[in-house]
């Protein structure tokens, strides 16, 4: 069935970049999302890419997309203690198990 | 434009009893999918909606039933909860790329 893989943790200082990186299976999606979701709150989206496209900027964030291993990262530039958060992968209506990004200064 | 809103934001059931929580899209959106979040199983799909019919379905029980009206307002119910049955219940309004704006989400605790 379709899955969504993502790693469970990740540490960054702040001011460097942050690297979460997923896998998916379904390879006809037409877009994958990237969301945020901050302690007590939803989800909310941070970006979508779509499936023809290798690489979307928007200001702080850079996702890739790497189509023939079904990988998929975000990039977040210059990560601030407010980046802190889980960071959810989706392709549909499948979503990974979220990243937790700690920042530390 | 006012987001998604979700009714209630918190409740306390008992085991055994039904519960139903109430989502209201973004006007204009005629979609809405709804998920479970746990933190042991993640965020878990139950259900998606379009104009009233349902157009996807999750992996979880009979008990777990939904539904949506012709104002695109959707409701989910849960019969017979359980005490696994405790989770975060996020409603999504879906926009025309597939993206998902989420509302804050109903915490149900079941005792």
């Known amino acids: 069935g379709e899955d969504v893989e993502q790693s469970l943790f990740l540490s960054v200082r702040e001011g460097d970049s942050s690297v979460i990186n997923c896998t998916y299976t379904d390879s006809s999606s037409t877009y994958l999302y990237w969301y945020k979701q901050e302690p007590g709150a939803g989800l909310q989206l941070l970006t979508y890419i779509f499936s023809n496209m290798d690489m979307k900027q928007d200001q702080r964030l850079t996702v890739l997309l790497n189509k023939k291993d079904k990988h998929l990262s975000l990039r977040i530039a210059d990560t601030q203690t407010g980046d802190s958060a889980i960071y959810f992968c989706?392709?549909?209506?499948?979503f990974g198990t979220g990243t937790r990004l700690q920042v530390f200064p | 434009k006012a987001g998604v809103t979700q009714t209630p934001r918190y409740l306390i059931k008992t085991r055994g009893q039904q519960v139903t929580l109430s989502c209201s899209p973004i006007s204009g959106h005629r979609s809405v999918s709804w998920y479970q979040q746990t933190p042991g199983q993640g965020l878990q799909f139950l259900f998606e909606y379009f104009s009233e019919t349902q157009r996807n379905k999750g992996n979880f029980p009979g008990r777990f039933s939904g539904r949506q009206f012709s104002n695109s307002r959707s409701e989910m119910n849960v019969s017979t909860l359980e005490l696994g049955d405790s989770a975060l219940y996020l409603c999504a309004s879906i926009g025309g790329t597939g993206e998902l704006f989420f509302g804050e989400g109903s915490r149900l605790t079941v005792l």
């Open positions: 989706a392709e549909k209506v499948i």
